[in-house]
């Protein structure tokens, strides 16, 4: 089976209140358990807001660090949800329950490279 990769976008900000949250937090809850029960969930998080993030660039041998995200945007990364799906359309089946639990921001359905992949050179 393949896994795939359901990245949760935020916007950036304070949260919402409890009153939209936590029944956010409950659907998200639900839909962990069913993707459990089902046998497609491998790995869940959440990230802290994307100012927290730290960025390393390579550069003339050395390695320069900033503070902050990779790029800036309104909306960031706020958490991920690793499945697996037999097919890229069962897939976006776990990502529209997903985006629905949610209710604020896009779901992208990414499939993740196995290791035959990651030897490829792109392109190849």
């Known amino acids: 089976m393949q896994q795939y990769l359901l990245s949760i976008y935020q916007g950036d900000g304070d949260p919402p209140g409890p009153e939209i949250l936590d029944p956010i937090m409950a659907n998200l809850a639900a839909l962990n358990q069913e993707m459990k029960?089902?046998?497609?969930?491998?790995?869940?998080?959440?990230?802290?807001?994307?100012?927290?993030?730290?960025?390393?660039?390579?550069?003339?041998?050395?390695?320069?660090?900033?503070?902050?995200?990779?790029?800036?945007?309104?909306?960031?990364?706020?958490g991920f949800t690793v499945i697996q799906a037999p097919d890229l359309d069962a897939a976006l089946e776990w990502g529209a329950k997903l985006a629905r639990a949610i209710g604020l921001l896009p779901i992208e359905v990414r499939p993740l490279a196995d290791e035959a992949d990651s030897c490829d050179p792109p392109g190849a």
């Not at 802290?48 to 050395?62: F, I, K, M, N, Q």
């Open 37 to 78: 029960a089902a046998g497609a969930w491998v790995f869940s998080a959440g990230l802290h807001p994307a100012s927290t993030a730290t960025v390393l660039r390579p550069r003339d041998g050395e390695v320069l660090v900033t503070d902050g995200p990779y790029t800036e945007g309104k909306e960031h990364l706020g």
